[in-house]
Structure formats: C-alpha cells, structure tokens
C-alpha cells in the first residue's frame, strides 16, 4: 500500500529555513519521480519542485529557484525540501506527490506559515 507522510511544516521568520520530510512507503522514492506541490489559501495547487526518478535530475517553480532545494535518501526512502530565503509568499499547505504504477497519490500536507 503505497503511503506519503509529510512533516516539518512550522511558523518561520521571513529570511528562516525549514526543511520538510515525505516519508514513503509501499514502494522505493529512488524509483518514482517525486514532486511538491503547494496550495495558498483562494489559490491552485502549485508544483514546487521534482526529482526524477533514478537520477539527481532536478527541477523547480521559477519562484523557488536557487532558494528550495529537493532531495532524496534512499535508505530511509524520503525524500526531502530543503527551504531557504522564506518570504511570507511561500506560506501554504505543502504536499508530496508520485505517480506509481499509473496511479497518483498525495499525502496529508504540512502548513508552512512564513510570518514575523
């Protein structure tokens, strides 16, 4: 049974960092493309940053490069974001996503509130 568990999601200062966590389970984070997405209050769910499977091959929002990073540990099958630089517009609900075995799942999410 294929299961995505978020965590890290806090209340920061503008200029913090945070570092959230999606824990996997029923299959391997090394063998599926894993993205965030985050969701704003009154706005669409947007994707944050990917990891491809079975390479480092990254990619990110526009509005996140160079201050996100995305990452995996495959012994411990998370995979993690590592968030920097926090301006009070990254503040949303952050959630894990893979498309395993031609179905999509999501996990709980995580709020992440960017405020001094």
């Known amino acids: ?3 995505l568990v978020e ?13 959230l966590s999606c824990a996997a389970s029923g299959f391997t984070v090394s063998s599926a493309a894993m ?3 985050r969701q704003a209050p009154g706005k669409e769910r947007e ?17 996140v490069k160079g201050r996100f990073t995305i990452s995996r540990d495959n012994v411990k099958n998370t995979v993690f974001l590592q968030m920097n630089s926090l301006k009070p517009e990254d503040t949303a609900v ?5 498309l395993w075995n031609g ?3 999501w996990g709980q999410g995580t709020q992440v509130t ?3």
Do not use: E, H, K
Request: with cysteine.
């Open 1 to 3: 049974q294929v299961q």
């Open 7 to 19: 965590s890290g999601g806090d209340l920061v200062q503008p200029g913090g960092s945070l570092r």
């Open 35 to 37: 993205t965030w997405y």
């Open 47 to 63: 994707l944050v940053a990917r990891i491809f499977r079975n390479t480092a091959f990254t990619s990110y929002a526009d509005s």
């Open 94 to 98: 952050y959630y894990c996503n893979t």
């Open 103 to 105: 179905r999509g799942y």
């Open 114 to 116: 960017v405020s001094s």
